[in-house]
């Protein structure tokens, strides 16, 4: 009997043990654990920013001089194209060059202002060198081959006679006044005070003809009076 109970107890505990180790074998392991994931650090420039800001100060130096193109070493384009090398995706150190380029048509306009043409065509040389694609060159080139090459007519005045408004100077100004309505003529007067460059411009005007006389004042004596006439009215008579 005893050798029997044994066996049966110890056949006992090995169905116990098996029922055991299914049972943890049935049991579903547990889901991972997710980690969160981690901000990446923002990537370091591939340049110095202290060393970029110098030259861009010292790029504003130099338009504000109207150091443009020259001095070469120590001009606005040798430090924006330093600043290029070093940031060459930074959109104002581009922006850089496009303000030299306007700067120098202000520079041809004030030269167009003054007939200085040779001036003109030197600055819009320039201007080229630093963008030749800037849709503002060409255009005004032309605007300054058309004006160095127009014919002009002067009426010289006198200025007591201007300023006791003659009825002799007055007529002259009429008759001068019909090569002044000209298509596309340009009128440049110039006199002592502001009311007597109005007062040649309502001469000018009494000329007959409807077209529009397109004049432009300035101070000065002895005054005078300056019509422009462009290629295409220099066949008119």
Known sequence: MSNRL???V???CCAGTAVLVAGGCAMAPAPPVE???QPSAAPAPAYDERE???LLAAAER???????LTPEADSAYLYYN???ALAPDRADVRAGFERIVERYLVLVQAAIGRERWRHARTMLDRATVVDR???GIQPLRRQVELLANARRLTLDLDREAVRGRHPETAAKLAAFGLRARAAEARVAIRAGSDADGRWIYEQLNNAPGDR?????IELGNPPKVTIVLLSSEQGEG
């Open 133 to 135: 694609a800037h849709p």
């Open 212 to 216: 529009r006389i397109r004049g432009e």
């Open 10 to 12: 110890a056949a006992f």
């Open 6 to 8: 044994s066996l049966l």
């Open 35 to 37: 980690t969160p994931p």
């Open 62 to 68: 130099a338009l504000a001089e109207d150091r443009l």
């Open 52 to 54: 970029l800001q110098a």
């Open 82 to 84: 330093k600043a290029l």
